[in-house]
């Protein structure tokens, strides 16, 4: 079984072999938003001919129990003005403590996402179309393709507010049966300084064969430079089917005119 201090290392070495691309980004004016830290997705896409990286780590507890989860990245990857293909890689699940948990890689999840209302209408609305596959470890896997879709939404306030939300569908298979679960999510957001934001956030699980679960998430995010972002965020449990706290840490980056010029 891994340890902390393996798990943590190979999480800092997935994300810095992404990193060492950093040199080749272009001078593109405008900044990075990025998905991450809050469950709520960003209702924005990314431009089009751009790649965005968006890497974290996450330490989850549950009673006696802790799981590290490293490697986590999300690759988006801009196809028009308007959409974007996503491709969530396989990270890895190391049980660091307790007397169960399993160890093991994620699915992979491969998807689009659609923004529905035009940047710079102070309101933005996307959908996102995806599906995981039975790509992880056997006793992570549910041997399924697993499909999802999101409505995320934001809308810009004065003084630096905004907030924004996500409605959700998932149809997971557990213990061999769809189980349809739907999530919604509220987030409260400040800009505390150009480069810095801050949140609070609401986001839970319903489902017909488990219990609710609840969390409360807060977090800041920090743009070290216009194409990259550092992120730390961390949360509590609200249901007795949460974990009963989780940390995370994360770094985003993106790389502009790849394959096609943005129009101007």
């Not at 800092?12 to 950093?22: E, F, P, S, V």
């Not at 549950?62 to 890689?89: H, I, K, P, W, Y």
């Not at 995981?132 to 003084?159: C, G, I, M, N, Y």
């Not at 965020?233 to 394959?259: E, I, K």
Request: aromatic residues 10%; hydrophobic residues 40%.
């Amino acid at each position: 079984m891994p340890t902390l201090l393996e798990s943590t290392a190979f999480g800092i070495l997935c994300g810095g072999i992404l990193a060492l691309t950093l040199a080749g980004q272009s001078m593109d004016k405008t900044e990075i938003v990025t998905d991450r830290p809050d469950v709520t997705e960003s209702a924005i896409v990314v431009p089009r001919g751009t790649l965005q990286a968006e890497n974290g780590i996450t330490w989850t507890s549950n009673g006696s129990n802790n799981m590290v989860a490293t490697c986590q990245s999300l690759l988006r990857f801009g196809l028009t003005d308007n959409t974007e293909l996503r491709l969530a890689t396989p990270g890895y699940q190391s049980n660091v403590g307790g007397a169960s948990g399993a160890s093991g890689f994620a699915d992979l999840s491969i998807g689009i996402k659609q923004q529905l209302v035009p940047p710079g209408s102070g309101f933005e609305l996307s959908v996102i179309l995806a599906a995981s596959l039975p790509t992880r470890s056997v006793s992570q896997t549910s041997h399924r393709v697993d499909p999802f879709v999101k409505l995320p939404w934001s809308h810009e306030l004065a003084h630096g507010w905004s907030i924004g939300g996500m409605a959700s569908l998932f149809w997971p298979t557990e213990q061999a049966r769809r189980n349809l679960t739907w999530e919604p999510t509220f987030v409260l957001e400040r800009e505390i300084i150009k480069p810095i934001d801050v949140f609070v956030e609401y986001a839970g699980d319903y489902s017909h064969n488990r219990t609710s679960r609840q969390i409360v998430h807060f977090g800041t995010s920090y743009r070290s430079a216009a194409k990259s972002q550092i992120d730390f965020h961390f949360g509590f449990g609200l249901s007795s089917g949460s974990p009963s706290r989780f940390f995370a840490v994360g770094y985003s980056f993106r790389l502009d005119h790849l394959w096609a010029r943005q129009a101007s």
